[in-house]
């Protein structure tokens, strides 16, 4: 089909019309005499994010892209970041430069300066960027053969991008390291070069035409990176910031910045006295103090609770199994790296279990099982192991041993739908129980390797979609983003400062069933595979609860509080009655302590705020003699006045809400809080 001269101009509100093809897109967009085209910061061709300056091959779709585009934010983002290198190269001649990147929440440049980079260097860097803002730079895209680009690198002396050619080279196409995206292309050996007043660099592009489209920015912070991620390359200066279009989505952003700062569950389980970890035990391994402990339990009991009433089987598998276990399952095929190094017992090899699923699955083969059987739905609390590079470990949120809550479900062909969608709304249930509202729906199809039959893919990942419906929840499609033994839906949810928290899982497996050989008898008397369902809620406990203390700021819901009321006498003489008020409180059920340190009232109220306690009472001679409290609640509304004792626990019971899990007539409908 002969392609017509023109090139087609696609508007923002969807309309059409011809557009001269041939010259660059600039001179497309002037000739189409658009409105304010200076906002235009690059085009899409037929699909493909392109510079300004571009050629438009006849018959190609065009569509400006300006900084409302869902792409303007990563464009100005990756522009930032040479833009920042520019900077840093005049004023730190001799920089060398690994690769600098946009990412989600803004950008950074991986550089070795001729001297180490201090947090005091960042706003001498901004100046020179704003400086590099003011003389409008161009963004210069320049195509040349790669063995050109290769002498160019070395006479610049950049020894890192020399590294990244000679790979490009010895390939002849762009690598797939996830690193290098973005950075780098060859085609047919050849490769773009980019330059921003004196910074030339390696880079696929596209950019903003000039630097003055960069107005609103700010450096963040410095850290340490191994160039490749390899702690036995050099270590590098990583400069991060940050880029907006506007300088109030910046100054939100920095907000929100240093909001994450005050919520950081290192810091507030530091302070609240909830965890640790130690040299001594490992990096990756936490300490549960006394209070994150009774959180966690709290944890536990409810979903423990929740998955009796929804018709799970609690069960209970070891921490390590012999070789055969992992070999059977391919986890040491596919899976070694992370897993913990075999101990060698009686003649055997013993590897502490990075997943739950291989202990499941012999429950299920303990016995022979019936289509009457069907569904099984086994729950487990499975505390698990995985070698996690320490460079990548964060607090609880990454971390080498930690409790997963698991499920495995074995059904048949025509209860996938309904398992699925009782999962669906079984994790609503339980996310919302903690208070969370918000949730981001994905649906991962089957990539192109995959074990099963396209037919039986087809049939599990509609199962997945009309879950979702079902549960009125948006989703959206991750095509070929599935696992190669099944396709998986995942809920994340979204806490209070808007980030997003991968927590539900639900997973269809079509290859552990094959490999242990699991079946159950049907109607017809014959053998028939199961389908098994992975299934996790929260994801692990020990993620799920940083989760939770920073979205709460440590100042957890009543019914998760460890310490929900504390009573604090005025003067020693209080002693005796607020001792008797906390026994009272405590036989009611509720969490209560004494404070009876030898400290001035003001300052134990401030302790009892700064460790976020729900309630605190004071009693002194007028509340003694009256057989009363005075109630002070966590919050802006503090001070609530006074009370009798006898009438605060009722008092607190109707105010604060607390969970119950569903009752096991409720299907697959939504839960109740009770009060």
Request: aromatic content about 10%; some cysteine.
């Amino acid at each position: 089909m002969k392609r017509s001269t023109e090139a087609v101009l696609v508007l923002p509100d969807g309309t059409e019309r011809p557009a001269p093809a041939g010259a660059s897109a600039r001179d497309l967009l002037r000739a189409a005499d658009l409105p304010r085209p200076e906002r235009v910061l690059a085009v899409r061709v037929d699909g493909v994010l392109r510079d300004l300056a571009a050629p438009v091959p006849s018959g190609a779709r065009v569509e400006p892209v300006t900084p409302e585009h869902p792409e303007a934010l990563p464009l100005l983002r990756h522009s930032a970041a040479h833009l920042m290198a520019a900077a840093v190269l005049e004023l730190f001649p001799g920089t060398q430069f690994a690769i600098g990147p946009a990412i989600a929440d803004g950008f950074y440049y991986d550089v070795q300066p001729p001297r180490p980079l201090t947090p005091e260097d960042l706003p001498a860097i901004e100046a020179k960027m704003a400086e590099l803002v003011a003389a409008r730079l161009p963004y210069e895209r320049a195509e040349v053969p790669l063995e050109a680009a290769l002498q160019e690198a070395r006479t610049l002396g950049q020894s890192f991008k020399v590294e990244i050619l000679e790979a490009l080279r010895a390939t002849g196409s762009s690598r797939p390291d996830a690193e290098l995206s973005g950075e780098a292309e060859a085609g047919a050996m050849t490769v773009s070069w980019y330059r921003t007043g004196k910074f030339l660099d390696l880079c696929r592009g596209p950019h903003v035409p000039d630097t003055s489209h960069i107005r609103a920015f700010k450096l963040t912070h410095l850290a340490g990176a191994y160039w490749r991620g390899d702690e036995r390359r050099p270590m590098l200066t990583r400069i991060y910031g940050i880029a907006f279009f506007d300088r109030k989505a910046l100054e939100e952003h920095l907000f929100r910045l240093e909001e994450a700062k005050r919520r950081d569950h290192r810091r507030l389980g530091r302070d609240l006295d909830l965890f640790s970890t130690a040299d001594e035990v490992g990096g990756g391994l936490i300490l549960w103090h006394p209070k994150g402990g009774l959180i966690r339990k709290l944890i536990e009991d409810f979903w423990r609770e929740a998955h009796l009433h929804d018709g799970y089987d609690l069960v209970y598998s070891p921490h390590l199994g012999k070789e055969l276990l992992w070999k059977t399952s391919g986890h040491l095929d596919f899976y070694q790296e992370y897993m913990y190094a075999p101990m060698e017992m009686e003649g055997q090899n013993y590897y502490v279990k990075p997943m739950n699923c291989p202990f499941h699955i012999m429950i299920y083969k303990a016995k022979g099982r019936s289509y009457r059987e069907l569904p099984l739905r086994y729950a487990e609390l499975g505390t698990v192991y995985r070698f996690e590079r320490s460079g990548v470990l964060h607090g609880l949120l990454r971390v080498r041993g930690f409790t997963q809550d698991d499920a495995h479900l074995f059904c048949r062909a025509d209860q996938m739908e309904a398992e699925v969608l009782r999962c669906v709304n079984f994790s609503l249930f339980i996310l919302r129980t903690f208070g969370f509202t918000e949730f981001e729906t994905w649906v991962a199809t089957r990539p192109p390797k995959a074990v099963g039959e396209e037919e039986t893919w087809a049939r599990a990942t509609e199962a997945l979609k009309g879950a979702a419906r079902q549960a009125g929840l948006a989703f959206q499609v991750e095509a070929g983003g599935g696992a190669f033994y099944g396709p998986k839906i995942d809920l994340k949810i979204k806490d209070s400062l808007g980030r997003p928290w991968q927590c539900t899982t639900i997973q269809f497996d079509f290859n552990l069933p094959e490999r242990f050989d699991i079946t159950y008898v049907g109607e017809d008397n014959r053998p028939h595979r199961p389908y098994m369902i992975h299934r996790a809620l929260l994801g692990s406990l020990e993620r799920f609860l940083g989760v939770l203390v920073e979205h709460y700021a440590g100042a957890l819901p009543f019914w998760l509080a460890p310490v929900q009321v504390r009573v604090l006498p005025v003067a020693d003489r209080h002693h005796g009655y607020a001792g008797g008020v906390a026994a009272t409180l405590r036989d009611g059920g509720l969490r209560a302590e004494l404070d009876a340190r030898n400290e001035k009232v003001g300052f134990k109220v401030r302790d009892a705020e700064l460790q976020k306690v729900p309630y605190i009472l004071v009693v002194g001679d007028r509340e003694a003699t009256a057989g009363s409290v005075a109630v002070r609640a966590r919050g802006r509304q503090a001070d609530l006045g006074e009370m009798p004792v006898e009438q605060f626990l009722p008092w607190v019971r109707a105010r604060e809400v607390m969970p119950a899990p569903r009752r096991r007539g409720d299907g697959a409908g939504g839960g109740e809080i009770h009060q």
